[in-house]
């Protein structure tokens, strides 16, 4: 069974700083996934936040995020994180980590809620 557990989410004020942490469990092969954040509120769909690339680690970020957020990948840990800096309240959203290999297997996290508001 394999698992993702997000942990990090919480209320911060605008500027403010927080990073996202996505362990995975009950997988072999973790290295071999493309690792992925996305985010969603109840007004819009969800949203491809960041991604980062097996064996080179090459990453990718929505326009909205980039310069301001880090993505990266611990794969001994089995492990993806998002650092997040300089957050606005158009950051807030509930946040999930997906792994996904190149022959289909997907997997969710369960999502860490995130507030910017002062």
């Known amino acids: 069974q394999v698992q993702l557990v997000e942990s990090g989410g919480g209320l911060v004020q605008p500027g403010g700083s927080l990073r996202l942490s996505c362990t995975a469990s009950?997988?072999?092969?973790?290295?071999?996934?493309?690792l992925r954040w996305y985010r969603q509120t109840p007004e819009k769909e969800r949203e491809l936040v960041a991604a980062?690339?097996?064996?080179?680690?090459?990453?990718d970020y929505a326009d909205s995020v980039l310069g301001r957020f880090t993505i990266s990948r611990d794969d001994p840990k089995k492990t993806v994180s998002l650092q997040m800096n300089s957050l606005k309240p158009d950051d807030t959203a509930v946040y999930y980590c997906?792994?996904?290999?190149?022959?289909?297997?997907?997997?969710w996290g369960q999502g860490t809620s995130v507030t910017v508001s002062s």
């Open positions: 997906n792994m996904r290999s190149t022959s289909g297997r997907n997997y």
């Open positions: 009950g997988v072999a092969g973790f290295a071999s996934y493309v």
């Open positions: 980062i690339s097996s064996i080179y680690a090459s990453t």
